[in-house]
């Protein structure tokens, strides 16, 4: 008896709670819930769907007011690289405004000097050889150097090259001084004047470019106009082709032209003379690179029958010892 008293009071006791009302609970959970639109699925006959609202048309609306902005093709639409006048109101320098010019002076000459009128100067051995005939003869020497000081612009630029036999007379010398300007980023214009103390004192003024020509040729070319009138040309060009980070091939060329006779020189109109060389050269550090080589030398047209003439050699290939080197 006492047990069935104690089950209908657990009773009681839980049927308030199970009705208790969970509709706040319901509530909040409703936005959770996902609503299917069984008409888009086709559940449902087409019949008792509510009816379809059309779909916005875009390319209906009236975008006129962007037209406007974007239209550059309308009657007096300013081109798009047009500048407005407005960008030429004010300082030339705008930071002047703010910082003042004397305060902005320094920095802009700094950029200056970053930009072309950094100031830098290089001495450049070429060639310092000995040349040892192969076929009997003495042996000789050979200079060609330069030096430059300027910015990336301009410069001026002194040249001096050379030979003779070793014991024997200095059979040519000379010497160039010249203003050389930047015409491009590879090539530079130089005129100036040359002076030849060997093989007779001359002077000449001196129109010619140097630069890198297309697949890294080093070119070097030059009008001489001699004091007596003798108009002369020369042509220099070389490739250095690297072999390894250090052994460097060096082929090189050099032709020359003279257009009229000179007989004092023995040099007949036309071209004159041509030495085409190579050159193997070890840098054991790029300021210093002693080489090896052979180069061939050969008189051309008027000029070989003159030294014909005089008993001389036309032609000849030589070994070459020398030593390249920059400062």
């Known amino acids: 008896m006492r047990a069935l008293l104690l089950a209908s009071s657990a009773l009681a006791a839980s049927t308030p709670a199970a009705a208790q009302d969970h509709s706040a609970h319901q509530h909040q959970a409703a936005p959770d819930k996902v609503e299917v639109d069984h008409c888009a699925m086709g ?3 087409p019949e008792q769907c509510p009816p379809k609202q059309e779909a916005t048309d875009h390319s209906q609306m009236d975008h006129s007011g962007h037209a406007i902005s974007q239209d550059k ?3 007096g639409a300013a081109p798009e690289n047009a500048v407005p006048p407005r960008a030429f109101e004010g300082p030339r320098h705008a930071a002047d405004d703010i910082w003042g010019e004397v305060a902005m002076a320094p920095s802009r000459a700094q950029l200056a000097r970053e930009n072309g009128a ?6 450049m051995i070429e060639r310092l050889e000995a ?3 192969t076929e009997g003869g003495d042996t000789g020497y050979v ?3 330069q030096a430059w000081y300027g910015g990336d612009i301009n410069r001026f630029v002194l040249k001096t090259e050379g030979e003779g036999e070793f014991g024997g007379e200095l059979e040519d010398a000379e010497v160039q ?3 050389s300007r930047a015409i491009g980023p590879f090539f530079d214009l130089q005129a100036g004047i040359r002076f030849d103390p060997e093989p007779d004192t001359r002077s000449h003024l001196v129109v010619g470019v140097q630069g ?6 080093h070119v070097d070319g030059a009008l001489f106009l001699s004091d007596r009138g003798d108009l002369t040309a020369r042509i220099e060009a070389e490739y250095d082709q690297k072999i390894t980070q250090q052994l460097i091939l060096q082929p090189r060329f050099e032709l020359e032209m003279s257009a009229q006779d000179i007989p004092e020189r023995e040099i007949g109109a036309g071209l004159t003379k041509i030495e085409p060389g190579l050159r193997l050269r070890y840098e054991f550090v790029p300021e210093f690179a002693p080489y090896v080589g052979v180069e061939y030398k050969a008189k051309l047209g008027q000029t070989a029958d003159l030294a ?7 032609a000849g290939l030589k070994i070459l010892i020398g030593l390249r080197a920059w400062f």
């Open 43 to 45: 559940h449902m006959p």
């Open 73 to 75: 093709s309308a009657p």
């Open 118 to 123: 950094m100031k830098t100067g290089m001495v």
């Open 131 to 133: 040349r040892v005939p």
């Open 143 to 145: 200079w060609d150097a």
């Open 177 to 179: 001084a010249l203003y």
């Open 212 to 217: 890198l020509a297309p697949y890294m040729f």
């Open 308 to 314: 014909r003439a005089e008993g001389e050699d036309v």
